[in-house]
């Protein structure tokens, strides 16, 4: 099967290139940072670099378990630099070397070191290397596939399916882009998905949590799964299972919140309140990194359709580099998102459809009571009259937006 070309994250990858600072690529298991970088050494050896300028070394391959001491993996490296050369060294999910960061600093420090690095989760960019490397990394935050990207790499036969039909594939095989290879067999899609699932909840939450109830971090995990796009509590949680016969504390609750979110299968989605434009810290929101991930872990509804797309613009607003929070209104009125960015702010509310009056105006209300004059985008899978303007507020359909083909104002 081709590569599917992830060219926003291989831009940044350039961009960064033979910059005196370590580049680091972070994303939940199997969204693709190994094949990024097998691009990226494609890259280089089109561009004029000699493949023994190029060190990569993956932490999951048992063939390099023996360098998981940081002073074997720095002799390890040192040995094979070119002295008047740059070289390019790829260290793929770093954190399974005992304190790396040392390694890493000490090969940054070279003049004729280009050092890139991977984990699949946050916390290991949270502790020493956030520390001691403080000013001296940038960070590409990394996820699966979007939905252009996916459309990219269907098969000559899929490619004349409808944008919905595409979009449908995309929501019953998933984002991980290794689920293509399986020629679109959705029970073999599951069981990978499911491969995935444990592995994350196996090696990034329990085994450095400590976790030994794992059936109590799977009810949490589902519960959050299963409540994408609603506001939840470590406090609601806890008092739900309890009601469930399931005994959780708090604190507990709270815990496993953060270890997942870590482990970036789960988003969460911070409130943000437009007119004091203050950050709230209670009843946040948490989406899943991908939607069909979810889905084959817990039952859904019809309902869901609107979370499950409120779920995708929320990630392809993470992708395209903007902060993203809820907006909360004085009156406890919520827009879906407010993304803020290097261009500005916007704002987004997500709905399936909006053909019935009533709807509409349940949609539109929201942005009215919004003073300010920041774009206001409200994206529904509407085909007949998909595209709209109330007073200033763009109506789009929210496949072309994810596809590219709408032009935004800032």
Not at 36 to 51: K, Q, R
Request: aromatic share 12%; charged share 30%.
């Amino acid at each position: 099967m081709q590569r599917i070309k992830r060219s926003d994250y291989l831009d940044w990858l350039v961009r960064h290139k033979d910059k005196q600072i370590i580049k680091v690529v972070s994303g939940v298991r199997r969204c693709g940072k190994s094949t990024l970088f097998a691009i990226y050494h494609d890259y280089l050896l089109e561009n004029g670099m000699d493949d023994r300028q190029i060190i990569m070394l993956n932490f999951e391959d048992v063939e390099y378990e023996e360098l998981s001491n940081y002073r074997l993996l720095y002799d390890y490296v040192k040995q094979l630099l070119l002295p008047d050369r740059m070289n390019y060294i790829f260290l793929d999910e770093i954190q399974h070397v005992e304190q790396f960061e040392k390694a890493v600093d000490s090969l940054f420090l070279k003049e004729n070191c280009d050092v890139y690095i991977t984990g699949s989760n946050a916390y290991f960019m949270s502790g020493e290397l956030a520390t001691q490397l403080s000013g001296r990394y940038v960070e590409l935050k990394m996820l699966p596939l979007s939905f252009k990207e996916f459309c990219s790499g269907l098969d000559e036969q899929k490619q004349s399916l409808t944008k919905n039909e595409k979009f449908n594939l995309y929501i019953e095989l998933s984002s991980f882009p290794y689920v293509l290879r399986y020629g679109y067999d959705q029970k073999e899609a599951r069981e990978y998905l499911r491969d995935i699932y444990n592995t994350v909840l196996l090696k990034d939450v329990v085994a450095r949590l400590r976790v030994s109830d794992v059936n109590m971090l799977e009810n949490v995990t589902k519960f959050l799964l299963h409540n994408i796009g609603n506001r939840v509590s470590a406090t609601k949680i806890a008092a739900t299972l309890k009601s469930q016969g399931k005994s959780i504390d708090q604190k507990t609750v709270d815990r496993y919140i953060r270890g997942l979110t870590d482990s970036l299968m789960l988003y969460e989605a911070g409130r943000y309140n437009i007119k004091g434009k203050q950050f709230l810290t209670q009843q946040n929101k948490y989406y899943a990194a991908d939607v069909a991930i979810r889905n084959t872990l817990v039952r859904g509804k019809d309902s869901d359709v609107g979370h499950i797309l409120e779920n995708i613009v929320y990630l392809e607003l993470l992708r395209r580099g903007y902060e993203v929070y809820v907006g909360q209104l004085d009156d406890g009125g919520e827009v879906d998102f407010v993304a803020i960015g290097t261009d500005g702010v916007a704002y987004y509310q997500v709905s399936a459809t909006t053909l019935e009056e009533e709807t509409l105006k349940r949609e539109l209300a929201p942005f009215r009571k919004i003073a300010d004059n920041y774009p206001k985008y409200l994206l529904t899978l509407d085909e007949a009259f998909g595209t709209a303007d109330y007073d200033g507020i763009q109506k789009r359909n929210v496949l072309d937006w994810l596809l590219g083909e709408v032009k935004e104002q800032r």
